[in-house]
């Protein structure tokens, strides 16, 4: 019989989070979601209120009888003008001090990082863990740094490529209207080099 566990997520509200923390609920565990505002949720997933990332949050009275937190909130998808200041503050800092408060209460971590934090948007070859980290945005440069600072806690780390599923964000949905078009695409023109997606069913 699988061991049931009580888990903290944050950025329930997010892509991943809206398909994760039902699913992770209908099998039997006791879901708690960290938002910044209420929503509607299931009966079955308590919520907890923390204020936005960037200003800091104190994870200590949240992780009192949480067993595994999965760490989804970040900064993503920005404009260009966007400064590298509030994505180290985001998805560095904040994940940093979430590793800390989880190694001081024995909780394990679950990181979901990002392809951008070992690669830019395409690469020659197929990567490898082996492979040097070279991100090539200010998104890619601070999950890296995340990845780094995570050290002491007992944590799991994924990097995956482009999620997509129902209510995809993003490129994704930029893609999606492009196909939508009744206009004939131009595959001839194009040198796209992604590949192994992760679906989100």
Known sequence: ????????????????????????????????????????????IDQVLIKDLADGV??????????????LAAL???????????FDKINRQATAD??????????????????????????????????PCLPSTAYGRSKLD???DIGGAQYVILRPTLVYGRGAKGNMRKLIRLAR???PLPFGAVA????GNCLAA
């Open 1 to 44: 019989m699988q061991e049931k566990r009580r888990l903290l997520i944050t950025g329930a509200t997010g892509f991943i989070g809206r398909h994760l923390v039902p699913a992770l609920a209908g099998h039997g565990h006791k879901v708690v979601a960290a938002l910044r505002r209420p929503m509607a949720l299931s009966p079955l």
């Open 58 to 71: 104190d994870w200590m009275p949240l992780l009192q009888g949480i067993d595994v937190v999965i760490h």
């Open 76 to 86: 993503a998808h920005q404009p260009n003008d966007v400064k590298e200041t509030l």
């Open 98 to 131: 979430l590793a800390r408060a989880t190694a001081r209460t024995g909780a394990r971590l679950i990181f979901v990082s990002s392809i951008a934090a070992q690669s830019g948007p395409s690469s020659d070859a197929v990567l490898t863990e082996n492979d």
């Open 146 to 148: 995340a990845e780094i």
């Open 181 to 183: 078009l009744p206009l």
């Open 192 to 195: 796209n080099k992604r590949s």
